[in-house]
């Protein structure tokens, strides 16, 4: 008769809250398509075009991935479906089809399962996608020249690009009310701002991301460029068109909080949180880039590992041997 082991050994988590990961990720879907559907209400046809082929092509290939690595398929747990929409809702609505399709590829092959899958990577896959597009074809990802021929209520370049290129009186033309609701050039739907900030706020309240990092992010980056326009108010933008532009709040929420390369640890998620917020706005200040926020997320995501061993010192007694 075969006997059970004594031991059975196990890849952790051991103990869970009863919460799966295709709950996780299905009430991460649930939290994005309000802002993805704001995105293709003002970008029309072509937006939902983007969304749709990122979304399809992503989750063909991680099916076909699997299969090729005999590995179970991770297709039915959602990520695939998640990640292809964030990656869709970071390009713009005239993205043109063979980027689309190339950033789908790196995301599933190398991003992702060159890693070793869900759960495996270190660096956020969607931005690491996405910063490898833009180092690659800057043109392409060049929205005020992209995006010209499109009718839209948005303003035909980026907010933080405009303050920079003809100074302060440009911020005139981007009311904060206008960048909440989402009226700005950008991607399809990282600009949606009050709605993003609307799904995270929902799963901070559900329990599927935790509040620290997120407000370390924002708060720390409203604080660095409050900072930096006290000091020289010509030349710095004000700390509410950072927050309220670009795909800072999008990050925030959905980016810097993945599970596989956030911290654990409270005090952790609070340094990598600030972390990020504070090289947001130094990248997007002094870099060459106008939205330095993929940057500095990836760049906490290596040192990650480092962070999360900061923790409380454990409280104890000692009781001498008898």
Same mark, same amino acid.
């Given at each position: 008769?075969?006997?059970?082991?004594?031991? *059975?050994?196990?890849?952790?988590?051991?103990?869970?809250? !009863?919460?799966?990961?295709?709950?996780?990720?299905?009430?991460?879907?649930?939290?994005?398509?309000?802002?993805?559907?704001? !995105?293709?209400?003002?970008? !029309?046809?072509?937006?939902?075009?983007?969304?749709?082929?990122?979304?399809?092509?992503?989750?063909?290939?991680?099916?076909?991935?699997?299969?090729?690595?005999?590995?179970?398929? *991770?297709?039915?747990?959602?990520?695939?479906?998640?990640?292809?929409?964030?990656?869709?809702?970071?390009?713009?609505?005239?993205? &043109?089809?063979?980027?689309?399709?190339?950033?789908?590829?790196?995301?599933?092959?190398?991003?992702?399962?060159?890693?070793?899958?869900?759960?495996?990577?270190?660096?956020?896959?969607?931005?690491?996608?996405?910063?490898?597009?833009?180092?690659?074809?800057?043109?392409?990802?060049?929205?005020?020249?992209?995006?010209?021929?499109?009718?839209?209520?948005?303003?035909?370049?980026?907010?933080?690009? @405009?303050?920079?290129?003809?100074?302060?009186?440009?911020?005139?033309?981007? &009311?904060?009310?206008?960048?909440?609701?989402?009226?700005? #050039?950008?991607?399809?739907?990282?600009?949606?701002?009050?709605?993003?900030?609307?799904?995270?706020?929902?799963?901070?309240?559900? !329990?599927?991301?935790?509040?620290?990092?997120?407000?370390?992010?924002?708060?720390?980056?409203?604080?660095?460029?409050?900072?930096?326009?006290?000091?020289? @108010?010509?030349?710095?933008? &004000?700390?509410?068109?950072?927050?309220?532009?670009?795909?800072?709040?999008?990050?925030?929420?959905?980016?810097? #909080?993945?599970? *596989?390369?956030?911290?654990?640890?409270?005090?952790?998620?609070?340094?990598?949180?600030? *972390?990020?917020?504070?090289?947001?706005?130094?990248?997007? #200040?002094?870099?060459?880039?106008?939205?330095?926020?993929?940057?500095?997320?990836?760049?906490?995501?290596?040192?990650?590992?480092?962070?999360?061993?900061?923790?409380? &010192?454990?409280?104890?007694?000692?009781?001498?041997?008898?």
């Amino acid at each position: 008769m075969k006997r059970s082991p004594l031991l *059975s050994v196990a890849m952790p988590p051991h103990t869970h809250f !009863g919460i799966s990961v295709a709950e996780i990720h299905l009430n991460q879907l649930l939290a994005l398509i309000p802002a993805a559907a704001g !995105g293709v209400l003002l970008w !029309g046809l072509p937006g939902l075009r983007t969304l749709l082929l990122a979304v399809g092509t992503t989750v063909v290939l991680e099916w076909l991935t699997g299969r090729m690595m005999k590995r179970e398929t *991770s297709v039915l747990d959602g990520s695939a479906l998640v990640q292809g929409l964030m990656l869709g809702m970071l390009l713009h609505a005239a993205a &043109p089809w063979w980027l689309v399709l190339i950033g789908a590829l790196l995301l599933v092959v190398l991003a992702k399962q060159f890693f070793g899958g869900q759960g495996g990577y270190l660096l956020q896959p969607v931005l690491l996608t996405y910063a490898i597009l833009l180092i690659s074809w800057p043109g392409q990802l060049n929205t005020a020249w992209r995006l010209g021929g499109l009718a839209t209520a948005a303003q035909p370049i980026e907010p933080l690009l @405009a303050w920079q290129s003809f100074g302060p009186g440009a911020a005139d033309a981007y &009311p904060l009310g206008n960048l909440l609701l989402g009226l700005q #050039t950008g991607g399809v739907a990282s600009g949606m701002i009050g709605l993003l900030a609307l799904g995270g706020i929902y799963l901070i309240i559900r !329990g599927f991301i935790a509040w620290r990092i997120p407000l370390a992010f924002l708060g720390m980056a409203f604080v660095a460029a409050l900072a930096l326009h006290l000091g020289d @108010a010509t030349t710095y933008a &004000p700390p509410g068109l950072h927050l309220f532009s670009g795909m800072l709040v999008f990050a925030a929420f959905f980016m810097a #909080t993945d599970f *596989s390369c956030a911290p654990v640890n409270p005090w952790a998620q609070v340094i990598f949180g600030a *972390s990020c917020g504070l090289l947001a706005i130094l990248i997007r #200040t002094f870099g060459s880039y106008p939205d330095g926020t993929v940057f500095a997320v990836l760049l906490m995501n290596l040192v990650q590992p480092l962070i999360d061993r900061v923790h409380p &010192p454990v409280i104890g007694v000692e009781v001498a041997s008898r």
